[in-house]
Structure formats: C-alpha cells, structure tokens
C-alpha cells in the first residue's frame, strides 16, 4: 500500500476527505470526480493566455479537491523530504517538481516544438509528477490543450495503455532516446474541437487508475534511498535548467 504519509490506519489512503481506506472505493471516487469535473478543468484551461505552473497545479485541484485536501499542491509543499519511485523509476526529487514541468510546458508553447516533441514534453511532466495521485489524468488534459493550441491533437483511443506506459518509462529512464515521440507520432492527427475532446476523454480505457504499478515513498535521510536516487539521475544524463539562466539544458 502506497501510504507515503506513514498514517493509512488512522486518516486512509493518502489522508482522503473520507479516511477511507479501500483502495477499490477510492479509485472508483477518484474517476467520478475526474468525470464529474473534466468540462471545468477544459473550461479552465481554455480561458489561460499561456498555461503555466500554477495552471497545471490548479487543474489538479479542480479535479481532486474534493477527495484530497492536499489537491494542487506539489510535493515540495506536501512531502518535502521524500522519494516517490515506481519500481526502479525515480521521479524527480520534490524541489524540482516545478522545474521539471516548467521544462515541458516551455518547450510546448513552442507549437513547432510539440509537434516534433509531443512526448519528449509529456516525458517531462510525467518525470516532474507534482502529485501524490491524479498525475496522469492532469498532464493528459494539460498536454490535450497544448496540442490544441497547435493544431494537432493525439488520438489517445487508438493508443494501447500498455505499450504507451512502457514507453513512457523508457521516457523517465532516457530522455534522450525519443521513446515516447516515437510512440506518438502515428497517432498524431488535425486538431480536435474542444467538445469533441471532452466526449472523447470521458470515455478513454485506462483513466480510472486501475491494474497500474504502485508508487513507493522513502525518506531522502536513508542514505540507500539517496544512493539510489542520485544513481538514476546519472543514468538519466539529462539536467533540468535552472529559471535565473546559470544552467541551459544539456546533456550530463
């Protein structure tokens, strides 16, 4: 059980509005509400001049707020001193959540860039993963408007979960390697209108966060832990830029 608060007996899975505790209950909850709330989050996201930062924290929050209290608030904030991992797949460490989506929605406002890119820049906010839950289901809606704005759009329907998660890994794993552009391009195609999308995404296969792998939570502290956070980074050989403009990209 992903319990990264240490607390799942006494406040439920990931302190939940209910405190509940059946992880069945709280995948079917999570979905509804994503459902339930979609059309607010387009209309949100429709309405931003330029999508930024807080944008994406705040899709979140329109989307889970009412199940988790924590809703559009980075792991920074929420759990500054921990690890988030999936199997041997670290995601970045909490200070750079927003650096690492930042990377990804910079290079998307770009239109020639995310037609080129489209999943080099999903790759980074996947690897940012600014949230306990509802990563996923965020930078889809996210990505779907940046696609949007430049006149193409993703056919997700055609795509198979399994193939596209296993590119996405190898995404996290090697931002070099293009796994994931490689992935998407045969299912890019003429922009979508946003109503179409909005039926379409409603009942795309794989959104209600079952049959996935489970994250896993460690302290920074365990010497092991950082070891092998540290050791993942290398292996990625991709360093974020940093805002004030003493780093540029590059490779490590």
């Given at each position: 059980?992903?319990?990264?608060?240490?607390?799942?007996?006494?406040?439920?899975?990931?302190?939940?509005?209910?405190?509940?505790?059946?992880?069945?209950?709280?995948?079917?909850?999570?979905?509804?509400?994503?459902?339930?709330?979609?059309?607010?989050?387009?209309?949100?996201?429709?309405?931003?001049?330029?999508?930024?930062?807080?944008?994406?924290?705040?899709?979140?929050?329109i989307l889970f707020s009412a199940l988790y209290p924590w809703a559009g608030q980075d792991r920074h904030i929420v759990l500054p001193d921990r690890s988030i991992s999936k199997g041997e797949v670290f995601f970045c460490h909490p200070k750079d959540c927003q650096r690492a989506v930042e990377e990804g929605l910079s290079l998307a406002q770009n239109k020639k860039q995310i037609a080129i890119k489209p999943g080099f820049i999903m790759g980074m906010f996947a690897f940012g993963h600014p949230f306990l839950d509802g990563n996923g289901r965020t930078m889809l809606l996210v990505h779907a408007e940046l696609c949007f704005r430049a006149d193409m759009s993703i056919n997700w329907i055609a795509t198979e979960k399994t193939d596209y998660l296993e590119a996405l890994t190898l995404e996290i794993e090697n931002p070099h390697s293009g796994a994931l552009d490689q992935y998407l391009f045969p299912f890019i195609g003429k922009k979508m209108h946003r109503e179409d999308w909005l039926e379409c995404i409603s009942t795309l296969p794989g959104l209600d966060g079952s049959d996935r792998g489970e994250d896993s939570s460690a302290g920074y502290a365990d010497p092991k832990v950082a070891e092998n956070y540290q050791a993942f980074e290398r292996r990625r050989g991709y360093k974020l830029s940093r805002k004030n403009g003493s780093k540029k990209i590059k490779s490590a």
């Open positions: 059980m992903f319990d990264p608060f240490g607390d799942y007996v006494t406040r439920g899975y990931l302190r939940n509005t209910a405190s509940e505790k059946d992880l069945e209950i709280i995948k079917i909850a999570e979905h509804e509400l994503f459902r339930a709330q979609l059309p607010r989050a387009l209309d949100f996201l429709a309405q931003c001049k330029r999508i930024e930062y807080s944008d994406f924290l705040e899709v979140h929050r």
